[in-house]
Protein backbone atom coordinates (compact mmCIF):
# COMPACT_ATOMS: atom_id res chain seq x y z
CA UNK A 1 0.00 0.00 0.00
CA UNK A 2 1.36 3.57 -1.32
CA UNK A 3 2.34 5.74 1.83
CA UNK A 4 0.01 9.15 2.31
CA UNK A 5 2.01 12.20 2.69
CA UNK A 6 1.29 12.30 6.25
CA UNK A 7 3.33 8.82 6.18
CA UNK A 8 5.91 9.84 4.90
CA UNK A 9 6.22 12.92 6.77
CA UNK A 10 6.29 11.08 9.88
CA UNK A 11 8.92 8.23 8.41
CA UNK A 12 11.09 11.38 7.65
CA UNK A 13 10.68 12.35 11.37
CA UNK A 14 11.20 9.21 12.30
CA UNK A 15 14.88 8.68 10.70
CA UNK A 16 15.76 12.13 11.81
CA UNK A 17 15.54 14.07 8.56
CA UNK A 18 14.83 17.63 9.42
CA UNK A 19 12.53 19.17 6.58
CA UNK A 20 10.49 22.80 6.49
CA UNK A 21 7.43 21.96 4.98
CA UNK A 22 5.18 24.67 3.04
CA UNK A 23 1.16 24.63 1.67
CA UNK A 24 -0.02 26.18 -1.25
CA UNK A 25 -2.72 25.42 -4.26
CA UNK A 26 -2.30 22.86 -6.70
CA UNK A 27 0.77 22.95 -9.14
CA UNK A 28 0.69 20.36 -11.86
CA UNK A 29 3.57 22.19 -13.61
CA UNK A 30 7.08 23.74 -13.03
CA UNK A 31 5.89 27.31 -14.44
CA UNK A 32 2.82 27.26 -11.91
CA UNK A 33 5.01 25.81 -8.93
CA UNK A 34 7.15 28.86 -9.69
CA UNK A 35 4.29 31.28 -9.49
CA UNK A 36 3.46 30.16 -6.07
CA UNK A 37 6.73 28.43 -4.44
CA UNK A 38 9.19 30.21 -6.22
CA UNK A 39 10.01 32.43 -3.23
CA UNK A 40 10.99 29.62 -1.99
CA UNK A 41 15.04 29.97 -0.44
CA UNK A 42 16.51 26.41 -2.42
CA UNK A 43 16.97 24.83 -5.79
CA UNK A 44 13.53 23.98 -7.16
CA UNK A 45 13.26 20.58 -9.03
CA UNK A 46 11.54 19.42 -11.85
CA UNK A 47 10.49 15.75 -12.06
CA UNK A 48 10.07 13.25 -15.10
CA UNK A 49 8.79 10.05 -14.86
CA UNK A 50 10.03 7.56 -18.06
CA UNK A 51 10.18 4.07 -19.39
CA UNK A 52 11.96 2.88 -22.04
CA UNK A 53 11.37 0.34 -25.13
CA UNK A 54 12.21 -2.69 -22.32
CA UNK A 55 9.54 -1.06 -19.81
CA UNK A 56 12.21 -0.12 -17.90
CA UNK A 57 10.92 2.99 -15.30
CA UNK A 58 13.52 5.91 -14.56
CA UNK A 59 12.32 8.75 -12.14
CA UNK A 60 14.66 11.77 -13.05
CA UNK A 61 14.94 14.80 -10.98
CA UNK A 62 17.03 17.87 -12.19
CA UNK A 63 16.80 21.57 -11.82
CA UNK A 64 13.55 23.25 -12.44
CA UNK A 65 14.82 24.89 -16.11
CA UNK A 66 16.43 22.11 -17.52
CA UNK A 67 15.71 21.17 -20.75
CA UNK A 68 15.96 17.63 -21.67
CA UNK A 69 15.68 16.18 -25.61
CA UNK A 70 14.64 12.63 -24.84
CA UNK A 71 16.93 11.39 -27.62
CA UNK A 72 20.00 12.50 -26.32
CA UNK A 73 18.80 11.69 -22.53
CA UNK A 74 18.56 8.32 -23.50
CA UNK A 75 22.13 7.82 -23.08
CA UNK A 76 22.73 9.47 -19.92
CA UNK A 77 20.18 6.88 -18.16
CA UNK A 78 21.07 3.85 -19.75
CA UNK A 79 17.70 3.25 -21.23
CA UNK A 80 17.39 0.44 -24.00
CA UNK A 81 15.22 1.39 -26.75
CA UNK A 82 12.38 4.34 -27.42
CA UNK A 83 12.11 6.64 -24.16
CA UNK A 84 9.24 7.89 -23.60
CA UNK A 85 6.88 9.50 -20.58
CA UNK A 86 5.21 6.94 -18.27
CA UNK A 87 1.17 6.65 -18.67
CA UNK A 88 -0.73 7.51 -15.76
CA UNK A 89 -1.33 4.63 -15.09
CA UNK A 90 2.25 4.02 -15.04
CA UNK A 91 3.15 6.59 -12.36
CA UNK A 92 0.05 5.31 -9.95
CA UNK A 93 1.09 1.94 -10.14
CA UNK A 94 4.49 2.64 -9.75
CA UNK A 95 5.01 5.49 -7.62
CA UNK A 96 1.41 5.71 -5.80
CA UNK A 97 0.99 9.56 -6.74
CA UNK A 98 -0.94 10.94 -9.59
CA UNK A 99 0.42 13.39 -12.58
CA UNK A 100 2.14 16.95 -10.92
CA UNK A 101 2.86 15.22 -7.60
CA UNK A 102 6.21 13.35 -8.98
CA UNK A 103 9.24 13.69 -6.97
CA UNK A 104 12.09 11.41 -6.03
CA UNK A 105 10.75 10.57 -2.88
CA UNK A 106 7.65 9.23 -4.61
CA UNK A 107 10.27 6.25 -4.92
CA UNK A 108 9.78 5.46 -1.30
CA UNK A 109 6.34 3.82 -3.08
CA UNK A 110 8.24 2.07 -5.33
CA UNK A 111 9.39 -1.78 -4.75
CA UNK A 112 12.82 -1.70 -4.57
CA UNK A 113 14.69 -2.18 -8.03
CA UNK A 114 11.25 -1.47 -9.97
CA UNK A 115 12.30 2.47 -10.68
CA UNK A 116 15.78 3.41 -11.50
CA UNK A 117 16.06 6.83 -9.34
CA UNK A 118 18.13 9.30 -11.37
CA UNK A 119 19.43 12.93 -9.72
CA UNK A 120 21.16 15.61 -11.20
CA UNK A 121 24.75 16.01 -9.92
CA UNK A 122 24.56 19.69 -9.25
CA UNK A 123 21.26 19.40 -7.70
CA UNK A 124 23.15 17.30 -4.79
CA UNK A 125 26.03 20.74 -4.21
CA UNK A 126 22.69 23.00 -3.23
CA UNK A 127 22.17 23.86 0.57
CA UNK A 128 18.63 22.84 0.04
CA UNK A 129 16.12 21.48 -2.51
CA UNK A 130 12.53 21.75 -2.73
CA UNK A 131 10.02 18.25 -3.67
CA UNK A 132 6.58 17.39 -3.34
CA UNK A 133 5.99 14.82 -0.53
CA UNK A 134 3.64 12.80 -2.97
CA UNK A 135 1.10 15.63 -3.63
CA UNK A 136 1.49 19.07 -5.48
CA UNK A 137 -0.08 20.77 -2.46
CA UNK A 138 2.78 20.84 -1.08
CA UNK A 139 6.48 21.50 -0.67
CA UNK A 140 9.10 20.22 1.04
CA UNK A 141 12.43 21.91 1.55
CA UNK A 142 15.16 19.91 2.81
CA UNK A 143 19.08 18.86 2.31
CA UNK A 144 19.97 17.18 -0.57
CA UNK A 145 22.04 14.45 1.44
CA UNK A 146 19.00 13.48 3.82
CA UNK A 147 16.61 12.85 0.32
CA UNK A 148 19.55 10.70 -0.99
CA UNK A 149 19.72 8.93 2.45
CA UNK A 150 16.02 8.50 2.83
CA UNK A 151 16.19 7.00 -0.35
CA UNK A 152 18.65 4.61 -0.09
CA UNK A 153 17.25 3.46 3.40
CA UNK A 154 14.44 2.50 1.60
CA UNK A 155 16.31 0.20 -0.62
CA UNK A 156 16.99 2.77 -3.63
CA UNK A 157 19.88 3.24 -4.65
CA UNK A 158 19.86 6.97 -6.42
CA UNK A 159 22.33 7.36 -9.46
CA UNK A 160 23.61 11.18 -10.45
CA UNK A 161 24.19 12.71 -13.91
CA UNK A 162 25.64 15.26 -15.31
CA UNK A 163 23.87 17.51 -18.26
CA UNK A 164 26.70 18.39 -20.97
CA UNK A 165 27.51 22.68 -20.26
CA UNK A 166 26.97 24.31 -23.63
CA UNK A 167 28.94 27.20 -22.16
CA UNK A 168 32.10 24.65 -22.03
CA UNK A 169 31.38 24.13 -25.81
CA UNK A 170 29.96 20.24 -24.86
CA UNK A 171 27.08 19.34 -26.61
CA UNK A 172 24.06 20.09 -25.40
CA UNK A 173 21.58 17.03 -24.15
CA UNK A 174 19.61 19.35 -22.42
CA UNK A 175 18.55 21.45 -25.77
CA UNK A 176 14.56 20.63 -26.84
Same mark, same amino acid.
Given at each position: MALTPDDLLTRLRARGIAYKLYEHPPVLTVEAMMAVCGDIAGAHTKNLFLRDGKKTYFLVTLHHDAQVDL??? #?? =??????? /??? $??? %? *???????????????????????????????????????????????? #?? =??????? /??? $??? %? *???????????DPARGEADASAA
Open positions: KAF #RA =LLGARGG /LSF $ASA %E *ALREQLGVESGAVSPLAALNAEPGGVRVFIQDSLLEEARINVHPLVST #RT =LNLVPAD /LVQ $ALR %E *AGHAPETFALP
